[in-house]
């Protein structure tokens, strides 16, 4: 090992290291951008379905009209899950945490899968894809058996969006249902380097394998502080339960230091680019549903962050009044995210493995040097 010419330093939560290059994604948190292969947010926010953003992220261009058709054939051809996966997860207890059910069910696709160690860069390919169809097939299968109601197999001639509410609630979306989901799944497709990206490279850096990778991946997003704050958001909202406890909430949380979910972020110093696509959404079905109140309560609430601790709704916050305003249960708010960012997460997989090098940072030891072992018995 070469010797540091420089004192090594410590950055907290590793606040502006900058762990790869990458032409994947740009979070621009000065000024509030965010990019997918050179493409802005707000350009591609309702030109594009996420089937589109799929092949832009694994290709780096948008495709034409056969590769999209293509592309969707082939996703919806490797929806299916191997029966005993879908033994495995419609076994597990039914007050199993979706997040717990969905990492696990996409640990064990691993085991039936004879190329799960194939590094080729084609299996790799085919790895990444049959994960993005597969990842809402493993949470809808599950929820559908957590209710003992039989299982809805996946619906080939609907896209993504269509088919994973298809297969939750039994019955085809209505256009405006699928349409809003399609776009949740676009804005959050791809993000830099995000804690759960940063450790699906981390593990398929060590040229593990795929699924290892995205199920270290799920896993960090499950936290709170991450894609889990989008459910948080809800049992907030359901905590302060109406409009003029809102203020009184927000004074009592900032001065217990706690936190109020959705609210803030690493990168962005100004609104995240999109907070506004989900607000909209929030503010029409909200407003279709006859409860207004979720939107108003979030409203007051992000007002009061601004002006009390100049900081912003991030994509949790308002994503959460869309999936509940289409009926969705609080606890698969999560792994909607996961299902979106499979897409983001498996292209960096394959990013990482075309110009790969281990990832393995330092650290610097803060412990006493120089101890003597004791013999237990003296201990
Ligand atoms: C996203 C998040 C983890 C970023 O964390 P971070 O960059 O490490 O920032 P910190 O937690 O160090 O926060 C910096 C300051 O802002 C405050 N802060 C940040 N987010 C806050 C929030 N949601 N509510 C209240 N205060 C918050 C912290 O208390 C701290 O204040 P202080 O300096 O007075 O102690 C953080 O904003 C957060 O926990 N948000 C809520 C969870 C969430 O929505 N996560 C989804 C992210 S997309």
Not at 95 to 113: E, Q
Not at 289 to 304: D, H, N, V, Y
Not at 337 to 350: D, M, P, Q
């Given at each position: 090992m070469s010797t540091p010419t420089v004192a090594p330093t410590t950055s907290k939560g590793l606040e502006g290291v900058v762990?790869?290059?990458?032409?994947?994604?740009?979070?621009?948190?000065?000024?509030?951008?965010?990019?997918?292969?050179?493409?802005?947010?707000?350009?591609?926010?309702?030109?594009?379905?996420?089937?589109?953003?799929?092949?832009?992220?694994?290709?780096?261009?948008?495709?034409?009209?056969?590769?999209?058709?293509?592309?969707?054939?082939?996703?919806?051809?490797?929806?299916e899950l191997p029966k005993g996966v879908i033994e495995l997860i419609t076994r597990f207890p039914k007050?199993?945490?979706?997040?717990?059910?969905?990492?696990?069910?996409?640990?064990?696709?691993?085991?039936?899968?004879s190329t799960a160690d194939d590094d080729t860069?084609?299996?790799?390919?085919?790895?990444?894809?049959?994960?993005?169809?597969?990842?809402?097939?493993v949470t809808a299968y599950f929820h559908r058996a957590r209710q003992e109601k039989p299982l809805v197999h996946p619906d080939t001639h609907l896209g993504e969006a269509a088919n994973f509410l298809y297969m939750i609630d039994g019955e085809k979306p209505s256009t405006e249902k699928e349409s809003t989901l399609d776009l949740c799944y676009v804005l959050h497709a791809d993000h830099g380097m995000n804690a759960s990206t940063f450790s699906a490279r981390v593990t398929?850096?060590?040229?593990?394998?795929?699924?290892?990778?995205?199920?270290?991946a799920i896993g960090t997003l499950k936290g709170p502080l991450h894609g889990g704050a989008n459910e948080g958001v809800i049992k907030m909202l359901t905590e302060i339960g109406s409009l003029?406890?809102?203020?009184?909430f927000v004074h009592e949380s900032l001065a217990q230091k706690r936190k109020i979910m959705g609210i803030g972020h690493r990168v962005y110093k100004v609104l995240d680019p999109r907070a506004p696509h989900l607000?909209?959404?929030?503010?029409?079905?909200?407003?279709?549903?006859?409860?207004?109140?979720?939107?108003?309560?979030?409203?007051?609430?992000?007002?009061?962050?601004?002006?009390?601790?100049?900081?912003?709704?991030?994509?949790?916050?308002?994503?959460?009044?869309?999936?509940?305003s289409l009926g969705i249960p609080?606890?698969?708010?999560?792994?909607?995210?996961?299902?979106?960012?499979?897409?983001?997460?498996?292209?960096?997989?394959?990013?990482?493995l075309a110009d790969n090098r281990l990832i393995r940072p330092q650290s610097i030891y803060t412990g006493p040097i120089g101890l003597k072992v004791v013999p237990v018995a003296q201990r």
């Open positions: 762990a790869a290059n990458t032409r994947l994604s740009d979070v621009r948190g000065e000024i509030g951008q965010l990019i997918y292969c050179g493409y802005d947010i707000n350009e591609l926010a309702g030109k594009v379905s996420y089937e589109e953003v799929v092949y832009l992220l694994h290709h780096n261009h948008l495709p034409n009209q056969r590769e999209l058709a293509e592309l969707k054939a082939t996703l919806a051809g490797y929806r007050d199993t945490p979706p997040m717990h059910a969905i990492r696990t069910g996409v640990s064990a696709l691993g085991c039936y899968d860069m084609d299996a790799q390919r085919r790895k990444a894809l049959r994960l993005i169809a597969q990842i809402p097939v398929i850096a060590t040229l593990s394998d795929m699924y290892s990778a995205i199920t270290t003029d406890k809102v203020d009184a607000k909209r959404m929030a503010q029409v079905l909200s407003g279709k549903l006859g409860q207004p109140k979720w939107i108003q309560m979030s409203e007051r609430i992000a007002e009061l962050m601004l002006t009390e601790k100049n900081l912003h709704a991030n994509v949790d916050f308002y994503s959460a009044t869309v999936y509940y609080t606890d698969l708010f999560t792994p909607i995210f996961a299902i979106a960012r499979t897409s983001g997460w498996t292209a960096h997989v394959l990013e990482q």
